[in-house]
C-alpha cells in the first residue's frame, strides 16, 4: 500500500514556517499510521514500518517513535533478504540514538549510530548515502571520534560518497563541521 499523502507531507519545504511543520508533521504521521492500520500483508507493513518512527519523531512523539524503531527492528529480523532491511536497520538505530541524545543519554546515542552505520546498505543507501542528523548532532556534542568511525561504517556501503566523507573527515579533523547538505534529510 502507497502512502502517497505521507510521502508528499514527509518533504521539506524551506516555504513552511515551524508552526506549520509541526501541523505538517502530525498530519504525516497520522497518514502512515493510517496506512499502516490498513496494510494487508506482512511485507507491506514492514515498509510501512520503516517511515513511522521518523514522523513520529518529527512529530514530537519519542514515545511512539521508540516504540515504531523498536518494532521495525524486531520486524525486520523476518525481511533480511528484502532490499528494505538496511533501511530498517540504518533509520530505526537513528531514531534510538536521537532519542537516547535528547534524553541526555550520550553513551546510548553513540552505539546507536555506530549500529547504524553496521547495516548492509541498500538501494537508497548505497546510492543517496545514509543520514547525518544523529552525526550532526554528536559533533555538535563534541563527539568527533564516533562520527568519524561511522563515516568508516558507512565507507563499507556508499562506496560511491567516499569522496565526500573523505571530505567530511578531513572538516572534522580541522575542527569544523561538515555541510552535510540533503543527507540531513534522508
Known sequence: ????????????SPTIKPAE???RAHLVLTEYEKALALSKTPENRFYI?????????????NAKAADYAKQLLAQAQNFKRNWNYGNAIHSANLILGRIALASGDVDTAKARLLDAGKTRGSPQLDSFGPNMELARELLQKGEKDVVL????????FWTMGGPTLDSWKQTIKAGGTPDFGANLDY
Request: charge should be neutral.
Open 1 to 12: 500500500m502507497k502512502c502517497d499523502l505521507a510521502e508528499l507531507l514527509s518533504r521539506p
Open 21 to 23: 511543520q509541526l501541523n
Open 49 to 61: 514500518l520503516t517511515a513511522l518512527p521518523k514522523a513520529a519523531f518529527a512529530d514530537g512523539n
Open 149 to 156: 568511525q561511522y563515516f568508516d561504517l558507512c565507507a563499507r
